[in-house]
């Protein structure tokens, strides 16, 4: 039972596979039955018909020999001569009266069994044409009819035959011709069932090759497929045609991403150098203007880190960032860490690490980086009464890094998608923050450039007031040691 209803749900019945094997059934199914049914019909006819025919000419011809011969002699002995000729083997006849009693009968009803005999005497009206009747467990072609009797008035003439043999042949041939169709039917759906499959299988494999198709392998990827059908081939080419589109476009975006990043961080590094240098100046500046260029200059550092962001991305994606890999010792780079961020956020950033050197495989500028983004985040969406922690340690042969705080939190639905490009939850909350969305997406592409694996795991309050331990967000790096 179990088993049975795992089957039906791995069936997919909106699947091609399904819905031709039952078209197959369905096509094999009538034609067999259609092949069967006429096959019976015409058997019927063979066996049973000319037998029909038989009754109904004896049946025609009595009352004309009765004709004849009454007038010769006596009607009944007329009629008992008249039956006689007409009796050949197997076929019975006999008259009732109108009263129901029997005045003649041919005389070879020894033949039968006394029960039969007796059933066959009893019946009453029949239908004037030829019929099948079952007694007694024997088969007999039946046909009644009205003889006019000078003396008797209208009488009641029975021809029967027994045809036993042939309408038992007849039905166990039936039998066995739907049995025949059911197996062949069963038999047509199972081969046409693995042979859809196996005609499938081509389609399959197109699917399974494309789905691992990534965006960095977007230049590479080539669909070939060996012995399939001339159609999956050219789906196949067309397919390859799309992807090197894909490619072209992806480069074009890429590039132009790239390009005008470069292009504008140059100048805009320029601006930001003379907004700085005028502000430190402050030579007869009025407090409006100087807020002024303060914002003007807040801005111009913002946009610069963004378009540094796009362009290590577009880097990445190109494989043009280098990386320096060397042999970092971790607790010394968190330090530099903390330092440089307590100076730059005035939050207090508690380190909480083995006492034993932990060391990975990195490049150092790039892990301060990701560092540094963790640790501005953390700052960013939590309040500032809140602890931020950072914690190390190994575990086997990974060096492990979280970074650790208290705020908002990320819902469930999010946690996954807060590593895509530009993307950002809660654009109220984040807006205030300045961020671009960005962040996240460089930490992940950095950490994995460099061997390792960045995860997220936090926990929303649902009562803002109430801060517990549980609430907020735990960003977990993991580096190679060696
Ligand atoms: P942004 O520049 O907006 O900070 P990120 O890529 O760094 O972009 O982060 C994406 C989004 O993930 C953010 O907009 C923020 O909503 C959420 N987020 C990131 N870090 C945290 C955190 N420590 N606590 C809560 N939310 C976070």
């Known amino acids: 039972m179990k088993q049975i209803?795992?089957?039906?749900?791995?069936?997919?019945?909106?699947?091609?596979?399904?819905?031709?094997?039952?078209?197959?059934?369905?096509?094999?199914?009538?034609?067999?039955?259609?092949?069967?049914i006429w096959t019976s019909w015409k058997m019927q006819e063979l066996l049973i018909n000319n037998h029909k025919q038989n009754v109904e000419e004896i049946a025609q011809r009595l009352p004309r020999d009765v004709q004849l011969y009454s007038g010769m002699m006596p009607s009944i002995t007329g009629l008992q001569k008249a039956i006689n000729n007409l009796t050949i083997t197997n076929t019975f006849l006999w008259v009732k009266t109108p009263n129901n009693q029997v005045?003649?009968?041919?005389?070879?009803?020894?033949?039968?069994?006394?029960?039969?005999?007796t059933e066959l005497i009893s019946l009453g009206e029949m239908s004037q044409k030829p019929q099948v009747k079952k007694l007694d467990k024997r088969y007999f072609v039946i046909r009644s009819g009205v003889l006019p009797l000078r003396d008797r008035g209208l009488s009641k003439l029975f021809v029967v035959k027994d045809v036993t043999r042939e309408q038992t042949t007849f039905l166990a041939m039936v039998r066995n011709l739907g049995i025949g169709s059911v197996l062949a039917v069963v038999a047509i759906s199972l081969l046409a069932a693995f042979y859809i499959r196996q005609a499938l299988q081509p389609l399959r494999q197109l699917n399974q090759m494309t789905s691992v198709?990534?965006?960095?392998?977007?230049?590479?990827?080539?669909?070939?497929?060996?012995?399939?059908?001339?159609?999956?081939?050219?789906l196949a080419q067309t397919f390859n045609m799309m992807l090197s589109r894909l490619f072209q476009s992806w480069e074009q975006e890429r590039q132009f991403v790239s390009n005008v990043s470069h292009e504008l961080r140059t100048p805009l590094t320029i601006v930001h150098g003379y907004l700085q240098s005028v502000l430190r100046r402050q030579n007869n500046l009025t407090p409006t203007q100087q807020e002024a260029l303060e914002t003007a200059a807040a801005e111009a550092e913002r946009t610069i880190r963004l378009l540094q962001d796009l362009l290590d991305l577009a880097r990445a994606d190109s494989g043009y960032l280098q990386f320096q890999m060397e042999i970092c010792v971790l607790n010394d780079l968190i330090v530099e860490v903390v330092g440089m961020a307590e100076k730059y956020s005035?939050?207090?950033?508690?380190?909480?690490?083995?006492?034993?050197?932990?060391?990975?495989?990195?490049?150092?500028?790039?892990?301060?980086?990701?560092?540094?983004?963790?640790?501005?985040?953390?700052?960013?969406?939590?309040?500032?009464?809140?602890?931020?922690t950072i914690k190390l340690h190994q575990q086997e042969q990974e060096a492990i890094i979280q970074i650790c705080d208290q705020g908002y939190g990320i819902p469930l639905q999010h946690q996954a998608r807060i590593f895509e490009r530009f993307y950002r939850l809660d654009e109220?909350?984040?807006?205030?923050?300045?961020?671009?969305?960005?962040g996240l997406s460089i930490v992940k592409t950095l950490v994995e450039s460099m061997?390792?694996?960045?995860?997220?795991?936090?926990?929303?309050?649902?009562?803002?007031?109430?801060?517990?331990?549980t609430q907020g967000s735990t960003f977990t790096i993991t580096l190679p040691i060696h």
Do not use: C, F, H, M
């Open 346 to 388: 005035d939050r207090q950033i508690t380190v909480e690490s083995t006492t034993n050197r932990v060391e990975a495989k990195a490049d150092y500028n790039r892990l301060k980086q990701v560092l540094l983004n963790l640790i501005d985040n953390a700052v960013k969406y939590s309040d500032a009464d809140t602890p931020i």
């Open 428 to 438: 109220a909350r984040s807006s205030s923050t300045g961020g671009s969305g960005l």
């Open 213 to 234: 198709i990534s965006i960095t392998d977007l230049g590479q990827a080539k669909l070939y497929l060996e012995n399939a059908p001339s159609e999956v081939k050219e």
């Open 5 to 36: 209803r795992e089957i039906s749900q791995k069936i997919d019945p909106y699947s091609l596979r399904l819905r031709l094997t039952i078209a197959v059934t369905a096509v094999s199914a009538l034609s067999l039955g259609s092949l069967a």
């Open 103 to 117: 005045i003649v009968k041919s005389n070879n009803w020894q033949q039968l069994p006394n029960e039969t005999a």
């Open 451 to 469: 061997g390792g694996s960045v995860t997220v795991r936090s926990r929303v309050a649902t009562d803002r007031q109430t801060k517990s331990l």
